[in-house]
C-alpha cells in the first residue's frame, strides 16, 4: 500500500509541485494520473520511489515512510519499484537481453554487477518478463534496432525483471503512435492483472485514461482535485481537471470524432 499523508513537493528553486496530497493506494490498483503539463504528475510519481523527496508530510510505501530511509533502505525501495518513462531509457547500442538483465542489477552481488555476470535464474527471469510482453524472440537484437512500442516493452521488461511490488510509467506512451500507445497501455494492465503489481502511470489522454484506469487522479496545481472511477470521469469532469474546455490534443484517437 502507498499512502500520501499531506504530502507536499518544493522544488529548491521554489516552485511548489506539490501542496498536501493525500492518497491511498491499495496493493494491485491501477492508478492513472492526468491533468495539464506543470500540474504535478510526475513529481507526483517520482515521490514514490523517492527519487523526488517530499518536503512535507509523510509518505509511506508499505508502512515504511520514504523519508526516513538511509540509503539501503531507498536502494530496497527502489528494487520493489520498476519505473518506465516517456524515452524508454534503454542503452541502445546493446541488446535487448543485456537491457533486460540491468533490471536484475539490484540483486547481484557488486562484483557481478560490475562485470555483467548474471545467474541462470537472472537469465531465465530475464526470458520470463521478455515472454510476458511478447518480444522473447528480440531478446538477442540490439535495442536501437526496434520500434517505439517494442523499446517500451523492452523497458516494461526491465522493470518486470526486477519482480517489483509497484510498477511507475511517466507518461509511458506520450512518444508512441495511437495504435501503438493502446497496446502498450493493454500490456501494463494485463501485467497489473496477471502479477497483482500495483500500478500508477501519467497519462495526458483522456481516452485512455478512461480505458485503462481502475481510478482517476486528477491533478491541477499540485493538488488532486479528482479521485474517482473511469466511469465517473466524464467530459465535464476532465474540463474541470484541466481548467479549460477539451481539445482533439486531449485523446489520443483523434480520428474517433466525438471525444469518448
Ligand atoms: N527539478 C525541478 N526543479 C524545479 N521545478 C521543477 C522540477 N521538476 C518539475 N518542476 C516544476 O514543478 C511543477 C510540476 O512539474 P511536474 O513535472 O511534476 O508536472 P507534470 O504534471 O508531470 O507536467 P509534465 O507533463 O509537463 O512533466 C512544474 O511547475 C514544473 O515546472
Redesign the pocket.
Known sequence: MIEFRDVSVT???G?K?LDGVDLTIPDGQFVVVV?L????????VRTINGIVPATGGELLVDGAPVAAANRRQLRRLRSQVGMIFQSFNLVNRTTVMNNVLTGRLHSAGFLRSVFGWFSAADKEIAFDALERVGILEKAYVRASQLSGGQQQRVAIARGLAQQPRVMLAD?PVASLDPPTADAVMRDLQRINRELGITTVV?L?FLDLARRYGDRIIG?RAGKVVFDGTGAEADDAVFESIYGRSLTAEDVVEKKAGPVT
Open positions: 522544488y529548491p528553486n516552485t509541485a491533468g503539463s506543470g500540474a504535478g504528475k510526475s513529481t507526483l507518461e501519467n495526458h491533478m
